[in-house]
């Protein structure tokens, strides 16, 4: 089974700070981890993956990501926030042995930058 | 990059009426759709797996006869709520990958608001 946890129902940061939103994963084998973001009534749009190699990954818009693999996590940062960069945000994993390509979402993190 | 088109994006109906949405695929093959359920404030809840030419595998606690889901095409998948109830009022979401790559990224379509009144 696979499991994703996003600690914070909502990140408040101040524009120009750097943001940081937190998310960890459970697998059985080795993950695919990813981050989507969504604006009010639209669908998701993917933001980076972590795949192999690099445990930093860069991704749309600015915004990095973190592989830990000791603490499975892969928190998404981004070092200078925008206004323009509030919405939902959603981590997913998929593990490598999934055939069906099933993600398991997190519950969704709620990122509001102020001017 | 891989585009998927959902359609319509805003529907709003009686009770009992059944309500068809489209999900497709503009430049790529989808082998495999899935359909989302998102409730305010809340994540995305996997409805069904649809595999083009065969039957979808409903997640628990979805009525495959309520939600009847259709996969004709490599392009083409289609979700009818039928005889929608207040209660099915949701935002609907459908996703697109190519089986084979499990590193590759669903893409979503925009979605679907439906009420039911």
């Known amino acids: 089974a696979q499991s994703v946890a996003q600690p914070e129902d909502q990140v408040n940061v101040a524009e120009g700070n750097p943001l940081t939103v937190k998310c960890t994963y459970s697998?059985?084998?080795?993950?695919?981890l990813f981050w989507y973001v969504q604006y009010p009534n639209r669908g998701l749009q993917f933001l980076l993956k972590y795949i192999t190699g690099d445990n930093l990954v860069k991704g749309s818009y600015g915004f990095e990501a973190e592989f830990n693999k000791s603490q499975t996590s892969f928190h998404l940062k981004k070092p200078s926030a925008l206004v323009s960069d509030s919405a939902l945000y959603f981590c997913a994993v998929r593990d490598r042995n999934n055939a069906g390509n099933m993600l398991t979402f997190g519950g969704g993190t709620r990122l509001m930058v102020k001017p | 990059g891989a585009v998927v088109s959902q359609h319509p994006s805003w529907v709003i109906c009686k009770s009992g009426t059944s309500v068809k949405i489209e999900c497709r695929s503009l430049?790529?093959?989808?082998?495999?759709m899935f359909w989302y359920r998102q409730f305010p404030k809340q994540s995305l809840m996997l409805m069904a797996t649809s595999n083009e030419g065969s039957k979808a595998t409903y997640e628990q606690g979805v009525e495959k006869d309520k939600f009847l889901i259709n996969h004709a095409s490599l392009t083409l998948s289609t979700l009818t709520v039928t005889s929608a109830h207040p209660e099915d009022s949701s935002f609907y979401i459908c996703?697109?990958?190519?089986?084979?790559?499990?590193?590759?990224?669903?893409?979503f379509g925009d979605g679907t608001r439906l009420s039911i009144l």
């Open positions: 996703s697109a990958t190519t089986t084979g790559t499990p590193e590759g990224p669903q893409h």
């Open positions: 697998v059985s084998g080795n993950p695919y």
């Open positions: 430049d790529f093959q989808a082998t495999t």
